[in-house]
């Protein structure tokens, strides 16, 4: 059989680092082909390549049997080949319809809105993609934005699609629905490729798997051959465990060390983002705030370390007020925070990864006495805490931008723990890892509860909230919504309540 895409022999070097060595991907018509690995492993590189972003400095691409030579993604778009990314390129001023045709070679100056809408109607209902061509942008949810990516590279021709972390801003019902859409692509002879990190839905929706390792092809297997078990293996080259986690020692619901009461707070652009909130948090307890983003979670999670000042409603750390906006009283009130962005939030990417750990505590005496920083101290406490977290770095004075994402996160997790919290928020604390550093993260995780720290655990991954939570609170629209137990947890229900359908309705 004649594949829709072929490489052989990938290699790209960059500086210092070779991202693909000798890769091998073969993709057949009418499938969907799962790409997987961890990060650094090669992934996005090699899409790179295929999309026309990079040039290969070894090996071949093929499309359809056709040695190719891209040397732009318009290239590539010519061939076939689109591209959905991870993080969307809309204008979010213009409609569906504009959004479609931007860019367009042969675009009319004077844009036939008529003839546009028909067509992405047509694309949409011959695909499930419900989307209105006449709505802007800023007006559709997360999950209509990514279908208008999918519509744009249908309305261009493309036969053969890359999918880059496609579920990552859908909740499990939406990416039923996306699978469903891949699965009418294929069925008309397209082509899918679908890079996950998520291995249940690789395992749901993929007819082959192509996993790299260290820039370099491990295998591909057939999806109906393997298991979520196996794939982890070869991603990490050790056996990785799959389970609800069992701690030592459980939560202590009794000692209450977070509390919100009725709290409201606005967003960015004085909008409501959080609208009376109440909650608690127990001494060891790990509480998970299920949504899809864009819901609050965000400036739920700064109000709390103080990052974000609350219009009304009052939060206490073990049993005292703080007062709200105020970054500093948070810390000293012992309120540690892993933001979703690690790298512009959490760190100061351009930093050393000794200045970033000494953060926190670079008043104190030890660290700068006389008000003088003592580089000796602040270089021993990092180098103790990079051995105490095993953060692959060349040395501690190497800035944290230039560390893989698993390092960088556990750069985050080494200071704020070390800080001895009694609260831990932690936003999206595995988003974009591979399954390794996810493994590592969630142990770290549990470690923390274990010692008696309470942990609002945010995320938008359910099955990382159902794996390490003791408690479910769902947040809709700035509003907690429902909350549950999460031994036993219907999941089900939890993804139509995070979509917005209320509880009675899903029991």
Request: hydrophobic letters at 40%; proline letters at 3%.
């Amino acid at each position: 059989m004649q594949s829709a895409v072929r490489m052989t022999g990938i290699v790209k070097r960059f500086p210092g680092v070779v991202a693909n060595d000798g890769v091998e991907l073969d993709v057949r018509p009418g499938e969907v082909h799962a790409l997987l690995g961890e990060n650094g492993a090669g992934k996005s590189t090699l899409s790179n390549i295929l999309t026309g972003l990079y040039r290969p400095d070894e090996g071949k691409v093929e499309v359809n049997g056709q040695v190719v030579n891209f040397a732009s993604p318009k290239d590539a778009l010519h061939a076939g080949i689109g591209m959905v990314h991870q993080h969307f390129r809309l204008v979010e001023t213009f409609t569906v319809a504009e959004n479609v045709v931007l860019g367009e070679d042969d675009a009319p100056f004077l844009m036939n809105q008529q003839a546009v809408a028909a067509r992405v109607k047509e694309i949409s209902d011959r695909y499930g993609l419900a989307v209105d061509p006449s709505a802007r942008i800023w007006q559709l949810s997360v999950g209509e934005q990514q279908r208008v990516e999918i519509i744009k590279t249908l309305y261009r021709g493309a036969r053969i699609l890359i999918l880059d972390e496609p579920t990552a801003v859908l909740t499990p019902n939406e990416a039923d629905v996306l699978f469903a859409t891949l699965r009418a692509m294929v069925a008309e002879g397209r082509t899918v490729i679908f890079i996950s990190h998520k291995l249940d839905e690789v395992m749901k929706v993929s007819d082959r798997v192509t996993v790299l390792r260290g820039g370099r092809t491990v295998g591909t297997v057939d999806t109906a051959n393997t298991s979520t078990r196996e794939l982890a293996s070869l991603m990490v080259g050790r056996s990785v465990e799959f389970s609800r986690v069992t701690r030592v020692n459980r939560a202590d619901n009794s000692t209450t060390v977070l509390e919100l009461t009725d709290v409201t707070a606005n967003d960015d652009r004085g909008r409501v983002a959080v609208q009376s909130v109440s909650l608690t948090v127990g001494r060891g307890e790990i509480v998970g705030v299920a949504g899809v983003a864009g819901n609050g979670q965000r400036e739920l999670a700064e109000v709390i370390a103080g990052m974000r000042g609350c219009s009304s409603g009052t939060i206490s750390v073990a049993g005292r007020t703080v007062q709200s906006g105020r970054a500093r009283v948070a810390i000293d009130s012992g309120v540690a925070h892993i933001p979703e962005d690690r790298l512009h939030t959490g760190l100061a990417s351009s930093h050393s990864v000794e200045d970033n750990m000494a953060l926190k505590n670079y008043r104190s005496r030890e660290m700068s006495p006389f008000r003088m920083l003592r580089r000796k101290a602040i270089r021993e406490q990092a180098t103790g805490l990079v051995d105490r977290y095993d953060v692959k770095t060349p040395n501690t004075s190497t800035p944290v931008r230039l560390l893989s994402g698993g390092n960088v996160q556990k750069v985050l997790l080494a200071r704020e723990f070390s800080a001895m919290p009694k609260v831990l928020v932690a936003a999206s604390p595995t988003r974009g890892l591979d399954v390794g550093a996810i493994e590592t993260v969630r142990d770290r995780l549990v470690e923390a509860a274990e010692g008696g720290v309470g942990i609002l655990l945010i995320s938008e991954d359910l099955d990382e909230i159902m794996s390490l939570a003791d408690r479910i609170l769902v947040i809709y629209e700035g509003r907690i919504v429902d909350d549950l137990s999460a031994v036993g947890a219907d999941r089900q229900r939890i993804g139509l309540t995070m979509g917005g359908v209320a509880q009675e309705t899903v029991r």
